[in-house]
């Protein structure tokens, strides 16, 4: 079975989500810990600081002194936790980026596939309190008690893919490891469910402390009663608020009853089919160009011409012991073993395509790698010497003043002498840590051929008066394979991407999108869902009955609320399956 185009360019890493959110205000200077949560398994990776003055590392903080930040990985490695070694400095504004552009090529955070975290996409920001600890506005003190939880207690027909959230009526302190550390030290959430593995749960917490949002890895077992309690008297880790209260033991229990799993729902989409489990090899060419006009696009920096192959065994192995690239003149390069991530790497960076293509030119390569205990594999490449051309935005003005509460259509250059099936497109739109719009997206489903030359970004996708980072690729794959090697996944790769602003417009100001986090059939049979979004403002529930010429249609409204996300339920659905639903902002 050969990997499609769409799977490889979804191996690429996307952040979903950082705590405390960003441009997050009033942050309790205790608090001390920042979460960094990714759509796929990362490379645990922990000297992300890098080595001062010789090799800069994954992470750039300003505000704080960064040698005191110290990092751990959640147990499927999709959270990363830097917790600080002393409290947050008050009244201080603190930033962070994720891959910068000058970060060292070996210390890059990037995917358990060993492909990178964008450079220079992922930063934001938040602003502590005062010292005495702030927290996000709302009444603090006193005992804290649980608000609610979501899937409620005693529902039945959960959607396997479900996550759980528990909601505080105050802020509490963000303890990153409330699960514990089995069986050494009992957390403060406690789980039991025939089928159910404790240990796959990771939990975050929301920017002003209150929401403590559990995501089982993989789907939780069907038709099964899962019980959770919080603070249990024997929990080692205990459960407190800002200020230092401890949630009461025992006080505080509950179950749920999962539903058949029959029926796939979005959480259920897997776009690549890989498990996360498996190790990958690479090799790739690729140039990143900039569009700040209506003007060709340009070099992106001095470093914009790149080769890589990465190498990483399966997480059951065995490991990988060795590495190589034989390239057209019938040189061999060796990979470098890079220490703590199990990563076997070859790249180089150059400032033009003419010296990328020196050194490393289109033709006939070999990849090879030697697994413990196992003979050497010998993988024939043969590269393009032909690049596929720059994507180019032709409505760029436009793209610069896109109307918010209207559906824009982002229009390009054509990919000339694209072909199905080697060849494909792709389109990310990002707002500081969010992914916001993909094109493919197989989840949504979003299709978008290789001979496509616009995309059209839907009312709700964009929020007025924001700046957002787009990126469209041209691609060509020369190799794809899933099955000759177990548990391991191969590609090759020729690209060229070019990152432009997308800027709107609108009388929405500082309106999220919605996203959906929750969804699940009530016992009577009504969809009931369950999302986030700006607190406070209405959106419009629309529902259709497919996606392929849809007609949406208004079926009622929900409102965020700071304590929570808005849960609606359709009344009207009926039994005519399937259903999509979108929500929009008023």
């Known amino acids: 079975m050969l990997v499609t185009a769409m799977s490889i360019q979804?191996?690429?890493?996307?952040?979903?989500?950082?705590?405390?959110?960003?441009?997050?205000?009033?942050?309790?200077?205790?608090?001390?810990?920042?979460?960094?949560?990714?759509?796929?398994?990362?490379?645990?990776?922990?000297?992300?600081?890098?080595?001062?003055?010789?090799?800069?590392?994954?992470?750039?903080?300003?505000?704080?002194?960064?040698?005191?930040?110290?990092?751990?990985w959640s147990e499927d490695n999709k959270t990363l936790l830097c917790e600080y070694s002393e409290n947050f400095p008050a009244d201080t504004q603190i930033r962070w980026e994720l891959n910068p552009s000058d970060a060292s090529d070996f210390l890059l955070l990037m995917s358990a596939s060993a492909v990178p975290l964008?450079?220079?996409?992922?930063?934001?920001?938040?602003?502590?309190?005062?010292?005495?600890?702030?927290?996000?506005?709302?009444?603090?003190?006193?005992?804290?008690?649980?608000?609610?939880?979501?899937?409620?207690?005693?529902?039945?027909?959960?959607?396997?893919?479900?996550?759980?959230?528990?909601?505080?009526?105050?802020?509490?302190?963000?303890?990153?490891?409330?699960?514990?550390?089995?069986?050494?030290?009992?957390?403060?959430?406690?789980?039991?469910?025939?089928?159910?593995?404790?240990s796959k749960f990771s939990y975050a917490w929301s920017g002003d402390?209150?929401?403590?949002?559990?995501?089982?890895?993989?789907?939780?077992?069907?038709?099964?009663?899962?019980?959770?309690?919080?603070?249990?008297?024997?929990?080692?880790?205990?459960?407190?608020?800002?200020?230092?209260?401890?949630?009461?033991?025992?006080?505080?229990?509950?179950?749920?009853?999962?539903?058949?799993?029959?029926d796939p729902g979005p959480g259920d989409c897997d776009p690549d089919g890989i498990p996360e489990t498996w190790g990958g090899y690479n090799l790739t060419k690729s140039a990143s160009f900039v569009q700040s006009s209506t003007a060709d696009p340009v070099p992106d920096g001095a470093e914009a011409f790149v080769f890589?192959?990465?190498?990483?065994?399966?997480?059951?192995?065995?490991?990988i012991t060795s590495a190589s690239a034989t390239l057209p003149n019938g040189t061999r390069q060796n990979h470098e073993m890079i220490p703590f991530v199990g990563l076997y790497m070859l790249s180089g960076a150059y400032a033009t395509e003419a010296a990328l293509d020196a050194a490393y030119p289109g033709g006939g390569y070999t990849l090879r790698f030697q697994q413990s205990g196992q003979t050497e594999r010998a993988f024939p490449m043969t590269v393009p010497a032909t690049w596929p051309p720059v994507p180019k935005i032709l409505n760029f003005a436009a793209a610069?003043?896109?109307?918010?509460?209207?559906?824009?259509?982002?229009?390009?250059?054509?990919?000339?002498?694209?072909?199905?099936?080697?060849?494909?497109?792709?389109?990310?739109?990002?707002?500081?840590?969010?992914?916001v719009f993909t094109a493919p997206d197989p989840c949504v489903p979003r299709e978008l051929p290789v001979t496509a030359t616009s995309v059209?970004?839907?009312?709700?996708?964009?929020?007025?008066?924001?700046?957002?980072?787009?990126?469209?690729?041209?691609?060509?794959?020369?190799?794809?394979?899933?099955?000759?090697?177990?548990?391991?996944?191969?590609?090759?790769?020729?690209?060229?991407s070019t990152e432009f602003p997308i800027k709107t417009t609108g009388p929405l100001s500082g309106v999220d999108p919605a996203r959906f986090v929750g969804y699940r059939l009530l016992p009577n049979g009504n969809p009931?869902?369950?999302?986030?979004?700006?607190?406070?403002?209405?959106?419009?529930?629309?529902?259709?009955?497919?996606?392929?010429?849809?007609?949406?249609?208004s079926v009622g409204t929900a409102t965020p609320t700071a304590a929570g996300p808005a849960v609606f339920e359709d009344t009207q659905a009926g039994t005519t399956r399937p259903i999509f639903y979108r929500a929009v902002t008023n």
């Open 528 to 553: 009931e869902l369950t999302f986030t979004g700006t607190a406070g403002r209405t959106y419009t529930i629309e529902r259709a009955g497919n996606l392929v010429s849809p007609v949406w249609r």
């Open 308 to 319: 890589g192959s990465f190498i990483t065994a399966p997480q059951d192995g065995p490991a």
């Open 209 to 262: 402390g209150r929401t403590l949002t559990c995501d089982y890895q993989g789907n939780l077992p069907a038709t099964t009663k899962i019980s959770w309690s919080l603070n249990d008297a024997d929990a080692v880790i205990k459960l407190v608020s800002e200020e230092g209260e401890e949630l009461p033991s025992g006080q505080y229990a509950g179950s749920f009853t999962t539903g058949a799993g029959g």
């Open 118 to 198: 964008a450079k220079s996409t992922y930063s934001g920001s938040f602003t502590t309190g005062a010292g005495g600890g702030g927290g996000g506005g709302g009444e603090t003190g006193g005992v804290p008690k649980l608000a609610s939880s979501n899937p409620a207690d005693g529902a039945t027909a959960v959607a396997v893919t479900a996550t759980i959230q528990f909601v505080f009526d105050q802020p509490m302190a963000k303890i990153p490891q409330v699960g514990g550390v089995p069986p050494f030290a009992k957390g403060a959430v406690t789980w039991s469910g025939t089928g159910l593995t404790a």
């Open 456 to 496: 059209v970004l839907p009312v709700g996708t964009l929020a007025s008066n924001a700046t957002y980072t787009a990126t469209l690729t041209y691609a060509r794959q020369f190799y794809a394979s899933t099955n000759t090697v177990p548990n391991m996944a191969g590609f090759g790769v020729i690209s060229r």
């Open 10 to 72: 979804a191996q690429v890493p996307k952040l979903v989500s950082s705590q405390p959110a960003n441009n997050a205000t009033g942050v309790a200077v205790t608090s001390k810990t920042v979460s960094f949560v990714f759509d796929i398994a990362m490379l645990p990776n922990t000297e992300l600081n890098g080595v001062p003055n010789l090799f800069p590392g994954a992470m750039k903080w300003t505000g704080v002194d960064a040698s005191n930040m110290n990092y751990s």
């Open 400 to 435: 610069q003043a896109v109307n918010a509460a209207q559906a824009f259509t982002l229009q390009w250059t054509p990919f000339t002498g694209g072909a199905v099936p080697n060849d494909f497109l792709s389109l990310i739109i990002s707002s500081g840590t969010n992914i």
